[in-house]
C-alpha cells in the first residue's frame, strides 16, 4: 500500500492501516512541533546552535524508542506442535530470540540502576545546559526532549510493530498457503502434474510407474497446507489390456 493509499477517502482500512495512517500523522505533528521549539529556542537564547542541537537531541532520542519498541513489540510465532506438514523453507526466528534477550537485558539493568536515575538526569541536564544556550532553563528543556522522544518513538512503533508488522506477516503466511487437491483415480503421471501446480510434492515408492492408478491420498482434498507439503499416495498397477 503507496503512501497516498494511506489517506484516500472511501477506502476500506484494516486495524493495520488505521494504526499506520495514525503513526504516521502524529510522527510528523511532532517533528512539525519540535522544528518549532528548535526555532523558539533558537530565538530566545539567540543562538542558533542551540535550536539544531534540540532538533538533533529529540530525532536521536525518538530513534532509541523506536528501536526499543520494536524490540518489545516483534511479534511471536505461534508454531502448532502437532502439525504434520512440512516445508521447503522455515521461519528465521533469531531477531525475535535477540529481542527476548535484549529485553531482558534492557529491564534488568533498568531495575539494578533505578536508584543511580536522579543524579544521572542531573549529570545530564547539566551537560545539557551549554550546547542549549546556557540559559536557566536549557538544561530542563533539553532532558524534557529526550525523554519525550524516547516515550514517543516508543509508543510509535511499539503500536506499529505489534499490529502492522504482525499483519503483514500474517498474509504473508496465508499466501504461503496451498490447497491439496483431488489426487485419486488419477494415473501418477497425471497426479504428479496437478500436485505441482498446487506447489505440493508427493511421497510415492521409487519403483511405482507413472502409469499407475493412484487410490488413496494422506491428506484429503481441499484441506489448506503450507507450499511444498508432501502428501503420501498409495498406488495400484493398472489393469492389463488384453
Known amino acids: 500500500m503507496g503512501f497516498r493509499d494511506l489517506f484516500s477517502p472511501g477506502r476500506e482500512r484494516g486495524a493495520g492501516d ?3 495512517r495514525g503513526v504516521l500523522v502524529i510522527a510528523i505533528s511532532m517533528l512539525l512541533g519540535m522544528i518549532i521549539v528548535a526555532v523558539l529556542l533558537s530565538v530566545s537564547t539567540r543562538d542558533g546552535g542551540a535550536g539544531v542541537t534540540a532538533f538533533l537531541l529529540f530525532v536521536a532520542a525518538a530513534a532509541v524508542g523506536a528501536a526499543l ?4 513489540g ?3 510465532a505461534r508454531l502448532a506442535e ?3 506438514a512440512s516445508t521447503f523453507y522455515l521461519t528465521n526466528s533469531n531477531l525475535i530470540k535477540v529481542s527476548d534477550w535484549l529485553t531482558t ?3 534488568g539493568l533498568g531495575l539494578v540502576n533505578l536508584g543511580k536515575a536522579v543524579p544521572a538526569m542531573r549529570s545530564l541536564a547539566h551537560a545539557l545546559h551549554a550546547p542549549l544556550g546556557g540559559t536557566s532553563y536549557a538544561g530542563a528543556v533539553g532532558l524534557s526532549l529526550l525523554i519525550i522522544g524516547v516515550l514517543a518513538g516508543f509508543l510509535l512503533y511499539y503500536l506499529w510493530t ?3 508488522v504482525r ?3 500474517e498474509e504473508a503466511e496465508r499466501q504461503n498457503q496451498q490447497t491439496v487437491p483431488e489426487l485419486r483415480n488419477q494415473t501418477l503421471g497425471e497426479a504428479r502434474e496437478t500436485a505441482s501446480q498446487s506447489n505440493v510434492t508427493l511421497l510415492v515408492p521409487d519403483d511405482a510407474p507413472d502409469s499407475s492408478l493412484v487410490t488413496r491420498q494422506a491428506v484429503a482434498p481441499g484441506t489448506s497446507v503450507p507450499s511444498g507439503t508432501a502428501v503420501a ?3 495400484v498397477e493398472p489393469p492389463a489390456v488384453n
Open 18 to 20: 488505521k494504526i499506520q
Open 74 to 76: 516483534l511479534p511471536r
Open 105 to 107: 537485558i534492557v529491564i
Open 162 to 164: 505489534s499490529i502492522r
Open 167 to 169: 499483519e503483514l506477516l
Open 82 to 84: 502437532n502439525s504434520t
Open 233 to 235: 499416495v498409495s498406488t
Open 69 to 72: 519498541g520494536f524490540m518489545f
